[in-house]
């Protein structure tokens, strides 16, 4: 029989405690909330309390010490460690958006619970176990280890190259998770979005700053207890609404039926159809002035600043002259302007035309051709994140943080187990959401539409979260005068489903809890990298343990405030941001992990190639296929999202390291040895 250890004890105990206390609080704003406090002061409480809990366990986790700052000493239990690692996984992305892509796009939207549960179980069976018997620091530290070469044998390209890698790919990560700290806080606090970015950036700073991975593994263990209770509530709630049933996975099949119903009338509705055919025809006039460039744009300009003109000679109001100026200001610049946003339009309004596809439909398309494209690239996006999963590097630091190989291994269990608790409830979050849109908001008259909309509304102004126009001026809400969204759904899911704002501000702070756990695995991955991995294997291998640890804390300080500005910038939606990280992970880094654990034949020339190849293919792809890049849509090959990128990169990646491998040196005796250390039973 296996006795837990003292220090196990302790562990649990605490977090016993916390949980109580957790639900204390959250039952004492409850009992707030029925005796009259304002929403705003019950979204400050969820959000500055939960704040200043991590800032606490921050503070009191600080250290000085390379080991714990790095990798926590490596003595973190494998049950805490998988709640510290499934809260690292369980992003903004998951907590946040991917709800809402379920929601927007029904089956398709599946591939990304498929990918990142599968590329998980990569992580189990091909690399953590094997990086964990390694024992040190960070990835660039094993692939530098692996492939050697370079001065004084430390495999200095090798290091360099997978540095530029493990920076590139948790930036373009940690932006995503930095903006939606900026959209929740925005909402529930009432601040500019901007000055929520950097709310948020000061508990990150907290964390990670004074304990690295000690701070940031003991944070990431009460954020998932956030994140877990957050999502069931409000989820177990619209179950028992819609299907008198507490189990969400159960009640998703009694609703969908009920939801294909409701699907299948609003679709021959006389009242949609009207909505829809003004769309169209707006995608007309677009189509029309885009045929007709430049002279439309020119006729285009003249009428703007002719009604201007109109409107000040008449003496109209304020708001008139107002609203005239900021057409002419807004109206484009010269042709070239206009084409690319009009462009845009149409399409806008083209998709908006269209009947909603049934949430059930697999690959939907309007002919077999189409069917296939969406099926192509459903299976390129499982790819995709399957392998990008295996090669991200704050997920993979993790695996240092056990005290053995075999805590390792139950550690990936328990992290699966904590990821699908939350994961297999998405799916009937999304259709529960969406049956109640469906059933209740859909066909409400607009003078007694709810008031979240408008907060929600009001969040960003310049880019709407939530859309609603009376197109077809009948007072009468229809589906197609719905834009939501899909960042937006989970978080207003209380809302939608009618809950007291308690469970708001309880979502709010899962979010929260969400988006600041990966950015705190992220930006120190990237922090690590530098100070370990360029300041001190490849510039000053003198350095002291303290300097090393001060090295990191002010890069730590540099990059979050880097990847605050950028996220300050709504570079892209959030799933988009994340799709685009994980397609350059698999791309650039899961080919050298992999074949550096099960290919002795690999060496330094042949990674060094291989990650050059995958990353170039990747990105080039991107930037010839994503119009925001410059791109267009029509260099795409075999008509691959830019998204899914990997599916390129990555056997680009491997086929380049085998041939180069074959074709030089095979690898030395050091890197055999090491290859056949990390493969032996423990």
């Not at 029904?106 to 018997?133: E, H, K, N, Q, S």
């Amino acid at each position: 029989m296996i006795t837990a250890s003292p220090y196990f004890l302790k562990l649990r105990r605490y977090y016993l405690w916390y949980t109580a206390g957790f639900g204390g609080f959250i039952a004492a704003i409850a009992l707030l909330e029925q005796e009259g406090m304002p929403r705003l002061w019950i979204g400050y409480s969820f959000m500055f309390a939960t704040i200043m809990l991590y800032a606490a366990i921050g503070v009191i986790s600080r250290t000085s010490n390379v080991s714990e700052y790095y990798v926590a000493g490596r003595r973190v239990p494998s049950l805490f460690n998988g709640m510290a690692t499934a809260a690292d996984w369980i992003s903004a992305a998951s907590f946040i958006s991917l709800a809402g892509g379920l929601y927007l796009h029904g089956f398709d939207g599946l591939a990304y619970i498929m990918g990142w549960t599968g590329g998980y179980c990569l992580v189990a069976l091909l690399i953590a176990p094997y990086l964990r018997r390694f024992a040190q620091y960070t990835i660039p530290d094993f692939l530098a280890a692996r492939y050697g070469g370079g001065a004084g044998g430390r495999g200095g390209p090798v290091r360099a190259m997978a540095v530029g890698a493990t920076i590139i790919v948790s930036f373009t990560y940690v932006v995503a998770q930095i903006y939606a700290v900026g959209l929740i806080a925005s909402r529930f606090t009432g601040v500019d979005f901007s000055v929520g970015i950097f709310l948020g950036l000061a508990s990150i700073l907290v964390c990670s700053f004074l304990g690295g991975m000690r701070g940031i593994t003991w944070t990431q263990v009460a954020q998932y207890i956030i994140i877990l209770v957050a999502f069931l509530i409000p989820t177990m709630w619209l179950s028992v609404k819609h299907a008198d049933n507490p189990l969400p996975q159960l009640a998703y099949g009694s609703v969908m039926p009920k939801l294909a119903q409701r699907e299948a009338a609003l679709a021959v509705d006389p009242k949609e159809l009207e909505v829809r055919a003004v769309f169209r025809q707006r995608a007309d006039d677009y189509g029309a002035r885009l045929a007709a460039l430049p002279a439309s744009w020119e006729s285009g300009k003249v009428d703007a600043q002719r009604r201007l003109d109109e409107v000040r000679l008449r003496d109209a109001s304020l708001a008139e002259i107002r609203a005239a100026e900021r057409t002419l200001a807004a109206y484009p610049k010269d042709a070239e302007e206009a084409a690319e946003l009009w462009t845009a339009r149409r399409a806008a309004n083209l998709a908006r035309s269209r009947a909603p596809v049934p949430h059930a439909t697999p690959f939907p398309g309007e002919d077999r051709e189409q069917s296939d494209i969406r099926r192509n690239n459903f299976l390129a996006l499982v790819f995709c994140l399957m392998l990008g999963t295996a090669a991200l590097p704050h997920i993979l630091m993790r695996s240092y943080t056990t005290p053995s190989v075999r805590e390792t291994r139950g550690s990936v269990f328990w992290t699966l187990f904590f990821i699908l608790l939350v994961y297999l409830t998405i799916p009937a979050l999304a259709v529960l959401v969406k049956y109640d849109i469906y059933s209740s908001l859909v066909g409400a008259e607009f003078a007694r539409l709810p008031d979240w909309i408008s907060y929600w509304a009001n969040v960003d102004k310049v880019n709407p979260l939530i859309s609603i126009t009376d197109i077809n001026r009948d007072g009468i809400l229809q589906l197609a005068e719905i834009a939501i969204d899909g960042d937006v759904l989970v978080l207003a899911t209380p809302e939608i489903g009618g809950l007291p704002y308690v469970i708001s501000g309880l979502m709010a702070a899962g979010g929260l809890a969400a988006a600041l756990s990966t950015a705190d695995g992220l930006l120190l991955a990237i922090s690590n990298a530098l100070s370990h991995d360029v300041y001190y294997k490849m510039v000053d291998p003198a350095a002291s343990t303290q300097k090393r640890v001060t090295i990191s804390k002010l890069l730590l300080l540099a990059v979050a405030f880097i990847a605050a500005y950028a996220a300050s910038q709504k570079p892209a939606d959030i799933l988009s941001l994340v799709g685009a990280a994980f397609s350059l992970a698999a791309s650039t880094l899961f080919p050298a992990l992999v074949l550096g654990v099960f290919w002795k034949r690999a060496n330094h020339q042949g990674a060094i190639a291989g990650m050059a190849a995958g990353f170039v293919v990747c990105v080039y792809y991107m930037l010839h296929t994503l119009p925001m890049a410059g791109g267009s849509a029509a260099g795409q090959w075999f008509h691959i999202a830019p998204i899914s990128a990997g599916i390129f990169g990555v056997p680009a990646g491997i086929a380049v390291m085998i041939v180069v491998s074959l074709l030089t040196a095979p690898p030395g005796r050091r890197s055999d040895a090491l290859v056949d250390h990390i493969r032996s039973p423990e």
